[in-house]
């Protein structure tokens, strides 16, 4: 059973990057049946797909959050990491990483079957 | 992106009623369609894929049906541990998207 764990400061700075790891445990991320998603849940409101990536090193990105968007992954370390640029108060959320299990036929889509437990991200001076 | 819309966005019941929670899709997304659970503080718990599979050790009073741009999940007896937020999601496109949520609470 797979095992994902976000880590990373849990406050950023308005107009700085908002960088994030999840470690992966309990299977290769080089698994040819899984994407890596990130997805954010601001207080009191719903989820958000922010992006995914492949082992491969392949992304995919919400078209409203990609100029700011970076997610690269790390097979060596089982890792794969999320970097938000230039945010601002609306980035405020927990954030989850989660395993995104392929849907055959369909490019990068799929349904989330892991999930990390989330880890709050407040943006303040 | 395809819009996924959640009705209703809350309402409450009790404990051994049926419970029916709607997702309707912007376009058609055949069976592309996942639910999950939510409870606070927690991270979201996957039910059901493909519109109709029920995941691994899910119970069996949990039920999800349709195609197209409708879709339904069925709780048919409602358990305490049942009380919680769920979500549907789209993954017909990789541009992956969530409905709105809807919070079943205790009456």
């Known amino acids: 059973q797979l095992q994902l764990q976000e880590s990373g400061p849990g406050l950023v700075k308005p107009s700085e990057t908002l960088s994030l790891t999840c470690t992966v445990s309990g299977g290769s991320i080089s698994s040819s049946s899984y994407y890596w998603g990130w997805i954010r849940q601001p207080p009191g409101k719903g989820l958000e797909w922010i992006g995914s990536?492949?082992?491969?090193?392949?992304?995919y990105y919400n078209p409203s959050l990609k100029s700011r968007v970076t997610i690269s992954v790390d097979t060596s370390k089982n890792q794969f990491s999320l970097k938000l640029s230039s945010v601002t108060a609306a980035d405020t959320a927990v954030y989850y990483c989660?395993?995104?299990?392929?849907?055959?036929?369909?490019?990068?889509?799929?349904?989330?079957?892991?999930w990390g437990q989330g880890t709050l991200v407040t943006v303040s001076s | 992106a395809i819009r996924m819309t959640q009705s209703p966005s809350s309402f409450s019941a009790s404990t051994g009623d049926r419970v029916t929670i709607t997702c309707r899709a912007s376009?058609?997304?055949?069976?592309?369609l996942a639910w999950y659970q939510q409870k606070p503080g927690k991270a979201p718990k996957l039910l059901i894929y493909a519109a109709s599979t029920l995941q691994s050790g899910v119970p069996s009073r949990f039920s999800g049906s349709g195609s197209g741009t409708d879709f339904t999940l069925t709780i048919s007896c409602l358990q305490s541990e049942d009380f919680a937020t769920y979500y549907c999601?789209?993954?017909?496109?990789?541009?992956?998207?969530f409905g709105g949520g809807t919070k079943v609470e205790i009456k």
């Open positions: 999601q789209q993954y017909y496109s990789y541009r992956l998207t």
């Open positions: 989660a395993s995104l299990f392929r849907s055959l036929g369909i490019a990068a889509a799929g349904f989330f079957d892991y």
């Open positions: 376009q058609g997304i055949s069976s592309y």
């Open positions: 990536i492949y082992y491969s090193g392949s992304t």
